[in-house]
């Protein structure tokens, strides 16, 4: 018998998140193949009067396919992926698999040459001319992640799926205001004295409509400004390897000094490419069913009380200038249980030890989005 949850993650992803209308053709990407899912996506979207089209992956053989691809078959990669997303009107991703280190022994310059063509595809048509959502889906993996029994990841899962995100949306519209009129941001905590401007870069609310789970305000920093010390207290992966205790230190913009527990893997990530060395995306991130990191991106960039600071590429609807290969969000978190830490806009404290201590933001602290 199917999970009635189900049926109502898949009406919440054609009905609210890309908002599917008749005639549009529709991508369902699934990598790691959750047929359930994809079938009820596949009925709501015709009910929608929508057109579906199916791409089914699988980690180990995309696995196969990378460690052997030359440039020519990438760039023929990139061509055929090109096509079919150009047709497209909406796209849905659910990305699932057994082991999120199954790509760490690609090599560094296959991944690099990946993401420099069959990654455009994502960056250049699906991004800025499609409707898009992506999410993950609950299995004994991500429950291992998360140190939870299946079952409850699978309640965590479904509860923070489908929680009210219009009214996590209305409520962002406080923070977008303060965001707007704000110049300087200063960063404190352990190991953290961070500043930077977001001066007349535009501010995005994401609730719901291009992630699940979703609970985010982003921008970007002016591409020269940012200056100081971050300390991340967060796993981080990244093209297969999960990065800890990174720390980064910034003059003028550029990444000058990078640290972790593998300080010349992660170097030579932000070797890719000059981009790769500034930040394309500062966002702040306000999920209240979302407390604790489980080295899945997707997750943990929403977590209540955290922010991420993002090198690579910049969005084009918060574009600072910053162009790149890689696009790397990496999470630090202020609430007390983490270390604690400050956010000050133009010398105001407005949020502490993970909490808004503003009036006027107060309602995006978890107990008013539950």
Same mark, same amino acid.
């Given at each position: ?17 890309? &908002?599917?209308?008749?005639?549009? &053709?529709?991508?369902?990407?699934? #990598? ?20 579906? +089209? ?5 980690? &180990? ?6 460690? *052997?691809?030359?440039? %020519? ?38 991944? &690099? ?11 250049n048509i699906r991004v800025p001319k499609t409707k898009w959502c992506v999410l993950r889906y609950p299995n004994e993996s ?15 899962? +479904?509860?923070?799926? #489908? ?25 404190? =905590? ?37 200056? =100081? ?11 297969? +390897? #999960? ?5 980064? #230190? ?13 300080? %010349? ?9 000059? =981009?790769?060395?500034?930040? *394309?995306?500062?966002?702040? *991130? ?12 997707? +997750? ?39 270390? =604690? ?12 030890? *993970? ?16």
């Amino acid at each position: 018998m199917k999970d009635p949850r189900i049926n109502r993650l898949a009406e919440l992803l054609i009905n609210y998140s890309v &908002k599917l209308q008749p005639g549009e &053709k529709l991508l369902i990407e699934n #990598t790691g193949i959750q047929q359930e899912l994809v079938s009820a996506i596949i009925d709501e979207a015709y009910q929608a009067g929508g057109q579906p +089209f199916v791409n089914l992956k699988e980690p &180990k053989i995309h696995r196969s396919l990378l460690r *052997g691809a030359s440039k %020519e078959q990438l760039q023929a990669w990139e061509k055929y992926e090109s096509t079919v997303m150009e047709e497209m009107d909406a796209y849905i991703a659910i990305r699932s698999g057994d082991n999120i280190n199954e790509l760490s022994d690609i090599p560094s310059d296959k991944n &690099k040459l990946y993401g420099e063509t069959v990654g455009n595809v994502h960056r250049n048509i699906r991004v800025p001319k499609t409707k898009w959502c992506v999410l993950r889906y609950p299995n004994e993996s991500m429950a291992q992640l998360a140190e939870m029994s299946t079952e409850a990841f699978e309640d965590f899962y +479904f509860n923070v799926c #489908t929680l009210d995100y219009s009214k996590m949306s209305q409520a962002m519209d406080a923070l977008v205001e303060k965001m707007n009129n704000t110049d300087q941001v200063h960063i404190t =905590g352990p190991g953290t004295d961070l500043t930077f401007s977001i001066k007349d870069i535009p501010k995005i609310k994401c609730a719901g409509e291009m992630n699940l789970p979703d609970g985010e305000v982003y921008t970007a920093p002016v591409k020269d400004s940012v200056n =100081g010390t971050l300390t991340y207290n967060t796993p981080s992966p990244y093209q297969g +390897f #999960t990065f800890q205790n990174v720390s980064l #230190t910034f003059k003028d913009g550029k990444i000058i000094e990078a640290t972790a527990n593998d300080s %010349e893997r992660i170097n030579e990530i932000f070797n890719t490419d000059e =981009g790769a060395r500034y930040i *394309g995306e500062f966002a702040i *991130g306000i999920n209240p069913f979302i407390q604790h990191p489980m080295a899945d991106i997707l +997750f943990d960039e929403k977590i209540d009380g955290s922010f991420h600071f993002t090198p690579g590429q910049a969005y084009d609807d918060a574009y600072n200038g910053n162009d790149s290969a890689i696009h790397w969000d990496m999470v630090h978190i202020q609430r007390e249980d983490y270390g =604690g830490g400050e956010m000050y806009f133009d010398g105001e404290l407005v949020r502490k030890n *993970g909490r808004f201590v503003i009036p006027e933001l107060e309602v995006l602290n978890p107990e008013n989005l539950k």
